[in-house]
């Protein structure tokens, strides 16, 4: 029903048919995540879940682990690329320390989702138990309900932490059943023995793993704090019909874990960019997903999300603002 | 010297070097043609030039000429898409009628570009004389000098006419030399058999020309008094160091007309989307441009350049904002 009377308003706008191509699509999910044909984006907020990672000291990535506390004071202090975007577009930016190695003074503003102090290695064993997992889990739902009794319907997630790459690579490699060389990429810029390194420790890792492929248990081997947290929080937002935004590769590994656990998920979502880490177009494609942007990001952050964001704003204000054929006059279609 | 002063600013940033990717080329580029390190976009304007097309009466389009007087109207009304993401992005729009079949009333807030009540079909003869073409130039210039009066550094520009994407195409046909089955589209929304149509009809008239490959000449012979009204502001714009914003087919092809008049203008231009319309994406690849977005429009009016401009903006705010390695006390790449 709403979908008909959507599509409708959508094809009776002042253009021919089709002709604003994605923006069409995005209007009509907007529209339908919502319930209604007059849809707003309402104090859109972006999570950026940070945590550090044990298979970090196996030389996975490019960059100290020290980056990811560094980097989460950066964000506090408004000076990372995705403070940026975020002042640009008025979204709220909220950092949760998810685990990070560092104890952050209390009195500054990051979410509370420490769960410990990063990771173990997954290469000989797991990153977590699996009361841990389930807590990450909890916490990101946590963090989505206050921001949802805010009036927020509109969030996107983004993460920090050196090593993740590995975490989402590994994931993907099992859930979906490709060879890991197809799942890994440079990171934050791994040159081309350092990314051989990479994976043979993945694979190694892989080889070590005796468990099954249930997706419970392969995300507390594998994850991150960081990734679960955000498979949480995505989970909570798709249940509260918020407009779920991903970012690159590893929030859509945390996806895929989300869509594994509830598939009615998959239509809260909004795929916001292709990123350039090797593995992020092939899981897209594994997902059927049609991102918004492809500008060669390789960020992460969330920052895909806030430069996407002025697009889902395009597409409700279209349908909210555009005349029709009939109010303006004009000769539809000969 | 500005240009390495730009890349150190910008690889000195809090991010792995090339991790924003495309906004980090476009960072660089339009600290260039703004001749500074710490850009900033001015009263951004949207030129949208409108007129009509004897050649639309020989049936290559899919909606009736009377659209594109209407489309005016409705621009002035506030209530094309146009209107829409530049009132999103406070973008100034300017509607110009370079040749509209219609007598607009003139208090209407419409810039004086008038050439002739729409060109002559080219099926048989030149579309406009060589005097009217130059005067689209100059009146195109006119329209920039006004706007770069009011401080305005960074312009996009977009069209109206029915009938346009075939002068687009037969220009770009015997510009490029390509096929004209490879350069036209379905435009507004020809089916299979008005497509074939509308090849038979411009191969025809492509046979008719007896002239010779001089740019002026083709450009008078096929032209639309918008496309050449956008070469002549786009010329104009590339030397006043403005930032240019080109929209999709029918503005790529009035692009290659201006670069084919001064290769200048090639590193003041930001090709803001790949259209829909089947000749872009080659046009595109010839000119080795690569645009921002690839959202599957096909609609003109410079939709493409009103929904890029954000990311024009998260360039500029990034080289501007972001904290750099040092300031923000964070180690570098291992």
């Known amino acids: 029903m709403i979908t008909e009377d959507l599509q409708i308003l959508i094809d009776n706008k002042t253009k021919p048919p089709g002709s604003l191509g994605m923006l069409e699509t995005l209007a009509l999910q907007i529209g339908e995540i919502l319930g209604t044909t007059k849809p707003q984006l309402i104090n859109p907020h972006l999570v950026v879940f940070a945590a550090d990672h044990g298979i970090a000291k196996e030389g996975v990535s490019a960059f100290p682990k020290e980056v990811t506390r560094q980097m989460v004071l950066n964000f506090l202090n408004g000076g990372a690329a995705i403070n940026v975007f975020c002042r640009q577009h008025d979204i709220h930016l909220q950092v949760v320390d998810a685990g990070v190695n560092y104890d952050f003074e209390s009195h500054l503003p990051l979410g509370k989702g420490k769960i410990a102090k990063g990771t173990a290695s997954f290469l000989h064993g797991p990153a977590m138990t699996a009361s841990e997992a389930e807590l990450c889990l909890l916490k990101g739902e946590t963090v989505v309900t206050e921001i949802a009794l805010k009036g927020c319907n509109v969030i996107g997630f983004g993460e920090m932490g050196i090593g993740n790459t590995s975490s989402a690579a590994v994931l993907m490699s ?129 920052t895909g999300c806030a430069l996407a964001y002025p697009l889902l704003k395009s597409a409700v204000n279209f349908l909210n603002e555009m005349a029709s054929f009939q109010s303006a006059g004009i000769a539809n279609k000969s």
């Open 174 to 302: 099992l859930l979906c059943d490709l060879p890991i060389s197809d799942c890994i990429g440079r990171g934050t810029g791994l040159n081309d023995e350092q990314l051989l390194k990479k994976q043979n420790i993945l694979e190694q890792a892989i080889t070590n793993y005796k468990g099954s492929k249930d997706v419970a248990e392969l995300m507390a081997y594998f994850g991150g704090f960081e990734l679960l947290e955000m498979t949480g929080a995505m989970l909570a937002a798709g249940k509260r019909n918020m407009v779920v935004m991903v970012d690159g590769f590893i929030a859509t590994a945390a996806y895929l874990c989300a869509y594994r656990m509830d598939k009615n998920i998959r239509n809260k979502v909004i795929f916001c960019h292709e990123s350039e880490e090797k593995g992020h177009r092939l899981l897209l494609a594994h997902l059927q997903a049609k991102p918004l942007l492809g500008l060669h990001l390789r960020l992460g952050e969330g």
